[in-house]
């Protein structure tokens, strides 16, 4: 992504990096026809309350006062979620990033894509999602446990899971992108499908809101909030 911040050259040099992997948000948008629903550079400044949509959307964030921002890693600037105990109460809403519920914000029916730059050296937690199981109207998310990449599309017609072979909990930075088609599910790793399913979920939809580090609703009793610890540089949602 390139820095909305004059001066801040970092992310043009991770945007560079995940090109040549074949993974920048900016060139699968041009090299597959799908159009931005969100844009999310990451790149504000330290304390930052507001994750800025720079696709022009207006889908801006609301950042969690647990989340750092402006940390600045193997040459790229982003937000680090730092390691909370699994399952253990209180619950920490702070701990996310949230986008307020909007229709642009589900697949539906469309193909739809997302796409994430990450850095870890966990292997737990949800890195986002829009809905949560229960949700009715389906839901979607990536996960890693075990430090293996997974993402899921659940709609009306059914789940379809796709997950990585290996792990990427290597503390580098990884472009993860993950896509729903009529056809089915595929899973890209730095410009590499490496999982693929066929099949078609049906519609998604939910009134939930967009969240990055973990679950909205959970209490680390019932319901765990599976918080991600580690780093995000970028996230780009598209569709077609």
């Given amino acids: ?24 948000a900016t060139t699968a948008t041009a090299s597959t026809g ?7 550079s990451m790149n504000e400044g330290a304390g930052a309350r507001t994750m800025i949509d720079s696709s022009g959307n207006g889908l801006h964030g609301t950042i969690g006062n647990e989340v750092l921002t402006d940390v600045g890693v ?13 399952d253990k109460p209180p619950a920490h809403p702070r701990h996310l990033v949230t986008v307020a519920d909007s229709s642009a914000l589900d697949p539906g029916s469309r ?19 829009k809905g949560q199981a229960t949700a009715s109207g389906g839901n979607f998310k990536f996960q890693i446990p075990d ?34 088609t009529g056809s089915g599910v595929a899973l890209t790793i ?30 680390q ?7 991600y610890a580690g780093d995000i540089d970028w ?3 598209e569709a077609r």
């Avoid at 799908?34 to 999310?40: D, I, N, Q």
């Avoid at 193997?74 to 699994?86: I, W």
């Avoid at 590499?192 to 209490?219: E, H, M, Y």
Wanted: proline share 4%; net charge positive.
């Fill in 1 to 24: 992504m390139v820095s909305l911040t004059p001066g801040r050259r970092v992310l043009v040099v991770a945007a560079t990096a995940a090109a040549l992997a074949g993974g920048s």
């Fill in 34 to 40: 799908h159009y931005p629903v969100a844009t999310w």
């Fill in 74 to 86: 193997r040459g790229a600037t982003g937000y680090r979620f730092t390691r909370l105990q699994p």
């Fill in 111 to 129: 193909d739809y894509a997302v796409t994430v730059r990450l850095r870890t050296t966990y292997q737990f937690g949800n890195i986002i999602q």
């Fill in 147 to 180: 430090g293996i990449v997974q993402c899921l599309f659940r709609g009306s017609n059914g789940t379809i899971i796709v997950q990585a072979s290996r792990r990427i909990n290597d503390g580098w930075w990884h472009v993860v992108r993950c896509e729903r």
């Fill in 190 to 219: 730095d410009g590499r499908t490496v999982a693929r399913r066929s099949g078609w979920t049906g519609p998604i939809s939910n009134g939930w809101p967009l969240s990055i580090g973990g679950k909205t609703d959970c209490d």
């Fill in 221 to 227: 009793r019932d319901v765990g909030c599976d918080y």
């Fill in 235 to 237: 996230v780009e949602i």
